[in-house]
């Protein structure tokens, strides 16, 4: 017997039931997790069935109506606006994640991932993880590639130091002795633009973006003919090449990693190639006879 395949349309609609079924549950579950007085509301000595609030409750609070709260907790097929949304993610308490989910569920395109609060203490163990890729480079940066932190063999290798220019974009335009380092310059110079114009086009409102982008321009004439170019590409890995005073050519994969709870900072990690037995040279560069015989203008 040969059964018929399914249709997209029949799968659309299993889709969408199993959303609206989901959406019926979060928000039934977030609605139990608040309580009046978390809400700001007195309970006014009423027994409750339960310690969340009510429906009618939500609604008034979120400043919609009654039966349209209960329509969209029914997970009933309706329509909803970003700003309703926000209103009763306002009145649950919903993290960002959480908002996120709810716009999701209800068949709309989710906001820009926020920070949490509750995530804003990662960076001690963001550093734990770029110290422990050791011997090889790591560095984290915030969505505008201004450098946050970096390894011991970012700053041996790839000449991160204090004095250098802050923001990763401008300072690989402007920093002579990136530049004299760099091999591949000349081809990875459009790939990092074009990454970053398709970061600046999810977020195209954003004044940082704006101003990295200025500053960039009047500092590389370079850099502006190629954002001109008007390229897109995504953020993922590049192949460099580097003369390094010491050990000489190094290949290495730099990879752009993002951490959910903290989608205002990008981990880069750079990995070994085989070619020119990297891997063993920068062991070297990290050990103690390394560190004494690298004796050239950067901080280690």
């Known amino acids: 017997m040969v059964t018929a395949p399914e249709s997209t349309a029949s799968r659309g609609t299993d889709y969408k039931n199993l959303r609206l079924a989901e959406l019926r549950a979060f928000l039934r579950s977030r609605r139990a997790r608040v309580t009046p007085a978390e809400a700001g509301l ?20 979120a400043g919609v109506g009654v039966s349209w709260y209960q329509w969209l907790e ?8 970003p700003q309703v949304l926000d209103a009763v993610a306002r009145v649950l308490r919903l993290t960002p994640a959480e908002r996120r989910h709810l716009y999701v569920l209800a068949g709309l395109n989710p906001p820009p991932a ?12 963001l550093r734990r993880l770029i110290d422990a890729w050791m011997p090889y480079p790591a560095h984290i940066m915030d969505r505008y590639c201004n450098t946050v932190m970096y390894n011991d063999s970012a700053s041996a290798v790839l000449g ?47 004044e940082g973006f704006r101003a990295v982008v200025e500053e960039a321009r009047a500092a590389s004439e370079e850099f502006a ?68 015989e690298a004796m050239y203008p950067v901080a280690g």
């Open 225 to 292: 003919e190629l954002w001109e170019r008007r390229d897109i590409a995504p953020a993922g890995q590049v192949h460099k090449e580097l003369d390094h005073p010491v050990v000489g050519t190094l290949h290495v994969e730099s990879t752009q990693l993002r951490v959910p709870a903290r989608p205002d900072l990008m981990i880069v990690l750079h990995t070994p190639l085989p070619e020119a037995d990297t891997a063993a040279k920068l062991e070297w560069l990290a050990s103690p006879e390394g560190r004494r």
């Open 160 to 206: 991160m130091r204090p004095g250098m220019p802050q923001n990763g974009l401008i300072a690989f335009f402007t920093d002579p002795l990136y530049r004299t380092r760099s091999k591949s310059w000349a081809r990875n110079a459009p790939q990092l633009v074009a990454q970053f114009r398709a970061a600046c086009s999810e977020c195209p409102q954003d």
């Open 114 to 125: 926020e920070v949490d609060p509750a995530q804003r203490d990662m960076c001690a163990g």
């Open 74 to 81: 029914q997970g009933r097929d309706i329509t909803v606006s």
């Open 42 to 61: 007195p309970d006014g000595g009423a027994r409750r069935r339960t310690p969340g609030l009510r429906r009618e409750e939500v609604a008034v609070l």
